[in-house]
């Protein structure tokens, strides 16, 4: 380590990164039950209870941190991953545990295959205007 790094933290390497690896922020979990509703544009927002995470001491500093971002604004799923710099998989297991804890819960976007028709809508518009 260099000179300059020798007071900074034993949990950081300049080179290697933190030294706390994402599967020990995890507890070694690769899934959790509410994963299968996580795809990367699902909202995550906080529940009204979450208004004190920090006093939770069964909560991670991941955990405070993804319930006070989106306690600012709902976040997707890939945005709070890129503002945690933590991956994606990581991120997808916390927010399992946060739901679990009913401190957020996930709203998804509407499937493509259930929004109507392009076709329809202008039909419907042309129909509109020759009124």
Known sequence: MSAEGQGRSHWFDDEAGPVVRPYAMTRGRT?????????????VVAEARADDPEADQTLSPEHVDIVELCRDAPQSVAELAAELDLPIGVVRVLIGDLVNEELVH????VPPAE????????????GLRAL
């Open 115 to 126: 929004l109507p028709d392009v076709s329809i809508l202008r039909d419907v518009i042309n």
């Open 31 to 43: 899934t959790s039950a509410a994963q299968h509703r996580l795809d990367l544009i699902a909202v």
């Open 106 to 109: 996930v709203t998804r976007p």
